[in-house]
């Protein structure tokens, strides 16, 4: 017998090629005749394009053609990229255009596509095209631009705002008139980007007879690119192929579509041959999408148990200089505000601020690490001013298990309230502060003091919405020689569908996880798809996966019982073949089920079965699932140096019933590291006029194999009840719960002299100087 | 007319001779003139280190440096590492310890593992995670790439 997959550690399928350098990326790809993009982009972060002269950069040898605005396609030229997420609280839908028409809005907006034989003359004469600007005043940060009286973002423009709405539970400011105490915190957390290893990317090629593209993209999505292909290019469905090969890292803003893939499908539409264009890193660093910038005003109010009566303030949003997401990213730290904590009056007043800045959409956690930074702070504030413990006072709050499912009093962006399925919030921390011995820190923290050291432990809990519908696709087919073939939407960029899905579906044949093949992320394969981000593709895949494969396994011992006379109750398929339970002798292959369920030229198959030994299947899930965990980070602060180092990290996780382990341990990692980063170094800084001053790796720091904790997992698993494997995501609560979770842990360390946090990043700078005279060796 | 010199560049023990311009770097000469694309492009300044290959025995970064500073030298990329088909045990480690997830790091990981396990076959934790400071991964956390180079440093002490 082979073995169940499902739940095992098995080793990935994606390896071998990848280990031997046999991957293939999209630079990886090479077509006959194809010629090479280099972007003339805005160096201004506001300014009005006055002309452009092409000529000298035509005029370079090797040059094939320079596109502006005007020289797009007419479908192009009259609409903006789409809003994929409208909302009616979107008062200012600003869009981009695929090339700037007569307006730049942010440093690094794409003004002109220079096309040459080889990248190295493109940008040769990239740098030759002349473009006159007349500059605009430029607004960079999203208070000042809130402010009535602040420049436009964009040039005539009645304000900066763009969208507002409010976040109602209960009646908060009656339950903050009576508290005993009431703390108010100004939170700030700072932009940072994906910074994926592999920058973005995309191969355009066009087929003149049926006027068809191919692109090849670093997507997080084939299908959500090829539906604005089709529509920005006034297409039919059968005229846009998108395949999304080998992705060296998503993160969520290779999810996002950009005007580059627009520029280079137009351009080899154009020149009749291939065109590609690879983002270098200075570009990614410019022009790919960022996260993170908010400021909070937050109040919260608690009675003299320090039970939270209630939370409200202001959270002033950054959208950056479009809103192509939408609200999607205020709405989801708007609505992962109150966490595992019960808050029976919540209110948020939320802004969403254009600046003359690149847009920000999700990354890595989507607006949910800034909730729960701002929602931790809060915590710690609680236990401070009323002298407990800190995780007694989360104790003290927790939603208890029997409460589940819980209704948190919001409404979500669907319309639907927000409704935490299952999970065990007292037990997730109790098993984390166990694990990493919180109770014997005191006594840690006090030796290492004696010695002049100072350490700190943080504590941080998260609830993350995860499995995010609408659904994801899965076909599940067996061909006629018995090879089976699973198709689908999600597009990875490193989280091992090609393994987990085969785990998926080869239980349902009974066959080893080498026997089924996956392919993901070709919208020629499945009709519709939406993709890897969010930390939806176990819940949505996985679950079509199971019901596509649960339904051909059936369809397969249906027509196995006709072919054999038998009935269907006297079967049962393993090892690739549907056998009789009494006989295993007897039976028939896949491959032969699969050449009846063909059918024969000339015989009927009316009344049988629908043809073909395959199903597809759109899971379609009636809410999230909500994925719990809690960190705790132990630090070492030289306060001296401002720098940080980690002794000790625990990450407790659920993230339900687990497909492969192995995989689930690497996201969880994975994602703290990325939480190191937002929480000690990354910092995306501009100038007073919007400019963008750490554009490279020596200036924007990401974090390193020596900065980076060794994180001891936990595992709990409460199956989800809302999809048929108990399924949740994994993907991003690494970096949701651990940034929150640092801060706490400095700001611990730092106790002794008063310094207090309420942003993210703390650099060693910025830990310095709020140490100010007391770094110099003079403790309170 | 761009400027060119005619190099003699031995890749993976395979002698190459070709025409290339002289501003060319090494990482684009491995990457689209001799179609070794396992070597990857992050950066494009040095600090990433996906495009690390060994030139002479010794890793360095091939997209700052030049091809026609190669002209006579012998490189080892990771196409390099193995036979065809198969892992070596630095490659297997990677593969049981779930040392990627993208695999675009992955190459340049390698090839500078490659070198240190060489000069330092019994390396502790700390002197791993010194020898990686010099090459990004987004994906891992680096935690299973320290586990995989530690196991393949055992690997190859006992002669796998």
Not at chain 1, 117 to 123: H, K, P, V
Not at chain 1, 276 to 283: G, H
Not at chain 2, 79 to 102: K, R, T, V
Request: hydrophobic letters at 40%.
């Amino acid at each position: 017998m082979v073995e169940k997959s499902f739940g095992r550690p098995l080793k990935r399928k994606e390896d071998p090629a990848l280990l031997r350098g046999e991957g293939r990326f999209v630079d990886d790809i090479h077509l006959a005749g194809m010629l090479h993009a280099a972007f003339v982009r805005s160096p201004h972060a506001h300014a009005r394009i006055v002309r452009v002269d092409k000529r000298a950069a035509l005029a370079v040898p090797g040059v094939h053609a320079v596109f502006v605005f005007a020289d797009l396609p007419e479908s192009v030229r009259r609409q903006t990229l789409p809003l994929l997420m409208p909302h009616p609280a979107i008062k200012q839908p600003f869009m981009p255009y695929a090339l700037a028409k007569d307006e730049v809005c942010y440093a690094g907006e794409p003004v002109a596509c220079v096309v040459a034989d080889s990248r190295y003359l493109a940008e040769d004469a990239a740098q030759l095209v002349e473009v006159d600007y007349e500059p605009l005043p430029a607004v960079g940060d999203c208070r000042a631009a809130f402010d009535k009286d602040a420049s436009p973002v964009h040039a005539g423009s009645e304000s900066n705002v763009a969208a507002r709405f409010p976040v109602k539970v209960g009646d908060t400011d009656r339950a903050f008139s009576g508290a005993a105490h009431v703390f108010r915190e100004k939170i700030y957390q700072h932009r940072g980007g994906a910074f994926f290893i592999e920058c973005r990317g995309a191969v355009a090629s066009h087929e003149a007879p049926t006027g068809s593209f191919t692109l090849y993209a670093a997507s997080q999505g084939s299908h959500r690119l090829k539906r604005c292909m089709l529509e920005l290019f006034d297409l039919g469905d059968n005229q846009v192929r998108v395949i999304t090969p080998d992705v060296g890292g998503g993160f969520g803003p290779k999810a996002s579509f950009y005007p580059e893939y627009v520029d280079i499908a137009a351009a080899a539409m154009a020149l009749n041959r291939p065109v590609k264009w690879i983002e270098d890193r200075r570009e990614n660093f410019l022009a790919t999408h960022q996260e993170r910038d908010q400021y909070w005003d937050m109040e919260i109010a608690v009675d003299s148990d320090a039970k939270i009566l209630g939370v409200r303030g202001q959270l002033i949003h950054e959208t950056g200089a479009y809103v192509p997401m939408g609200i999607v990213l205020p709405w989801i730290t708007a609505t992962t505000v109150p966490g595992p904590y019960v808050i029976p009056n919540y209110k948020l007043d939320v802004v969403s601020v254009f600046t003359n800045k690149i847009q920000t959409t999700p990354v890595r956690g989507a607006g949910r690490p800034e909730a729960v930074v701002t929602m931790e702070r809060l915590m710690d504030r609680v236990a401070r001013e009323l002298k407990l413990d800190r995780a007694e006072v989360r104790r003290r709050n927790f939603i208890r298990p029997e409460q589940m499912p819980y209704q948190v009093g919001i409404i979500f962006r669907d319309g639907r309230p927000v409704t935490y399925d299952s999970g065990d919030y007292p037990a997730c921390q109790a098993a984390a502060l166990e694990a990493s011995d919180y109770e014997g820190f005191k006594l840690r923290q006090a030796d290492a003091r004696a010695q002049g050291r100072y350490l700190g432990i943080g504590v941080s809990n998260t609830v993350e919405a995860t499995g995010l519908g609408p659904y994801e696709s899965a076909t599940v087919r067996i061909s006629t020689n018995g090879r089976i073939v699973v198709y689908t939407g999600a597009t990875p960029q490193g989280q091992s569908h090609q393994t987990t899905l085969a785990q998926i579906a080869a239980d349902q044949f009974g066959v080893d996880i080498k026997d089924v093949a996956v392919v993901t992320g070709d919208t020629a394969t499945v009709a519709l798809g939406i993709g890897t981000f969010a930390a939806r593709t176990a819940v949505n895949a996985g679950s079509s996966v199971h019901i596509a494969a649960t339904e051909v396994a059936a369809k397969a011992k249906q027509i196995a019982a006709g072919m054999m006379e038998c009935l269907e109750d006297d079967l049962e398929l393993a090892e690739g073949t549907v056998r009789l339970k009494s006989a295993p002798d007897v039976g028939k292959s896949l491959r032969e089920i699969a050449v009846k369920s063909i059918g024969m030229l000339g015989f009927s198959m009316a009344g049988g079965f629908p043809p073909g030994l395959e199903h597809t299947a759109h899971f379609t899930p009636e809410q999230s699932v909500y994925a719990n965990g809690t960190h705790v980070a132990e630090v070492e602060v030289d306060i001296e140096t401002g720098a940080v180092s980690f002794l000790r990290y625990t990450a407790a996780h659920d993230c339900g019933r687990v497909i492969n382990p192995m995989v689930v341990d690497g996201q969880v990692v994975g994602g703290v590291a990325h939480g190191v980063g937002n929480a000690l170094y990354e910092r995306m800084v501009y100038d007073e006029n919007a400019q963008p001053v750490s554009i490279n790796f020596g200036e924007y720091l990401l974090p390193l194999a020596t900065d980076v904790p060794h994180v001891d997992l936990v595992h709990l698993e409460t199956p989800s009840p809302l999809n048929p494997l108990g399924l949740k995501g994994a993907g991003e609560g690494g970096t949701i719960g651990s940034i929150a979770a640092i801060v706490s842990a400095v700001e611990n360390a730092l106790a002794p002299f008063g310094v207090t946090l309420a942003e993210a990043p703390v650099s060693p700078q910025r830990i310095v100087e709020l140490l100010g005279e007391h770094a110099l060796g003079r403790t309170r | 007319m761009a400027d060119t010199r005619t190099i003699t560049v031995t890749v993976n023990g395979k002698a190459h001779r070709r025409e290339v311009e002289t501003r060319m770097t090494l990482a684009d000469f491995l990457r689209h003139e001799l179609e070794l694309t396992g070597t990857h492009v992050g950066c494009e300044h040095g600090v990433c280190g996906a495009c690390t290959v060994l030139i002479g025995g010794a890793s360095a970064r091939a997209c700052l440096m030049l091809a026609v500073q190669c002209d006579g030298e012998s490189l080892t990329t990771v196409e390099g590492l193995s036979a065809a088909e198969q892992l070596n045990p630095l490659q297997q480690a990677f593969h049981d310890n779930h040392g990627l997830q993208c695999g675009f790091c992955t190459p340049g990981m390698l090839i500078t593992l490659t070198e240190f396990l060489r000069d330092y076959p019994a390396p502790t934790e700390t002197e791993v995670r010194e020898v990686l400071s010099g090459n990004l991964c987004r994906c891992t956390g680096y935690q299973p790439i320290v586990a995989a180079a530690l196991d393949a440093a055992k690997r190859i002490r006992e002669g796998a």
